[in-house]
């Protein structure tokens, strides 16, 4: 079957599942009691909301994998650490479980990921066109502890943006577009395949999640999502032996990590606990300019979409970075002018 057939349907499968299941999980979650209640000034809506929306992502991810993509040791080992991390998210979303134990439970996540080589081994050395040391970085002995780190780190970026409707589902799935883009670029069929089953599942839900929200993904879909793009960008972007391979998985999920890093040393500047929610997130502080929650998002849409387009052009000949670079100068024009504008209307 031809690749472009198979990531179409990969796509639909996910895209109709995920679509299809997300009422019968909203019931599920009344009836379990997972409901978000605004209780303080993180939260930007006025009325319960259910949760547990992710388990309709994970439902139409999985299925349109298994049916689609080859199943090797390395996406056996994602999927087996994707249903923990799912579990881990169901037990969140209902009981809301202790910082202490959510991290221990990624960190068992990942390596499970890594014991089915899911390994950063090496990449590109990101100073070689300096002449400082060789080509290519060798992790060696600290190959398995970045690996986890990575993976952790990611994992929890993702849940730290889910603040506004549709705003974390709709990252992960420009960053899954923009992996498919590059897989599909650097020859690595099955990825292509995967995040074209991960980008269906995250749009099949967007309707039910787009302001203002009949339902949100929790812990669940936000740790899945982490969790899926962190092991599958070690699948693919790192083990894309060029100068680039170092950059890419950075600049795709750079709006995430940018955010988190900030939120982490910004609560220890404070003297408070790093861990800590608290309302300094890119989207508080958007909202506290004056922008609706929907102006807001679009921003940061673009903003991602603005950092995938760079990750894709530096994995392309320089006639097409011209033309991405190009493009992602318009886009950037855009979104400076509806930021611009939007603050101005609600002045």
């Known amino acids: ?3 472009y057939l198979t990531i179409i349907i990969a796509v639909s499968i996910a895209l109709v599942v995920s679509f299809a299941a997300t009422p019968a999980v909203k019931w599920f979650a009344h009836r379990v009691g997972a409901i978000d209640i605004p209780k303080d000034s993180r939260r930007v809506h006025s009325n319960p909301i259910p949760r547990l929306g992710g388990l309709a992502i994970f439902i139409g991810f999985v299925l349109s994998v298994l049916f689609t993509a080859e199943i090797d040791v390395q996406i056996r080992g994602i999927l087996i650490g994707s249903v923990v991390i799912v579990v881990l998210g169901v037990l969140d979303d209902i009981f809301t479980l202790k910082a202490y134990i959510k991290f221990l439970v990624q960190i068992v996540a990942a390596l499970i990921a890594v014991f089915h080589e899911v390994v950063i081994e090496i990449f590109s050395n990101p100073f070689a066109f300096t002449q400082i040391g060789s080509e ?11 690996t986890v780190m990575w993976i952790v780190v990611i994992t929890n970026s993702i849940n730290l943006i889910d603040g506004l409707d549709g705003l974390a589902v ?3 799935t420009i960053s899954a577009v923009v992996m498919l883009s590059i897989a599909l670029i650097v020859s690595y069929p099955n990825v292509a395949i995967i995040m074209a089953a991960l980008a269906g599942a995250c749009i099949g839900f967007l309707p039910y999640n787009f302001n203002p929200a009949k339902i949100f993904m929790g812990d669940t879909g936000a740790l899945l999502l982490g969790y899926l793009l962190a092991t599958i960008s070690i699948v693919g972007l790192f083990k894309f032996y ?5 950059a890419a ?5 750079a709006l995430p990590l940018i955010d988190t890093s900030f939120a982490f040393f910004r609560r220890l500047i404070k003297g408070k606990n790093p861990m800590a929610p608290d309302r300094g997130h890119f989207h508080h502080r958007l909202i506290d300019l004056g922008l609706s929650q929907k102006q807001a998002v679009a921003i940061l849409y673009s903003a991602s979409a603005l950092l995938g387009l760079l990750a894709v052009a530096i994995t392309t000949n320089y006639q097409t970075r011209a033309i991405i670079l190009l493009l992602a100068l318009i886009v950037a024009a855009v979104v400076l002018f509806f930021a611009i504008k939007g603050i101005w209307n609600k002045k």
């Open 136 to 146: 290519f970085v060798f992790l060696d002995y600290f190959a398995i502890p970045i």
């Open 170 to 172: 709709g990252v992960s």
């Open 1 to 3: 079957m031809p690749l």
């Open 249 to 253: 998985p950075f600049l795709i999920l």
């Open 242 to 246: 060029a100068v680039v391979s170092f």
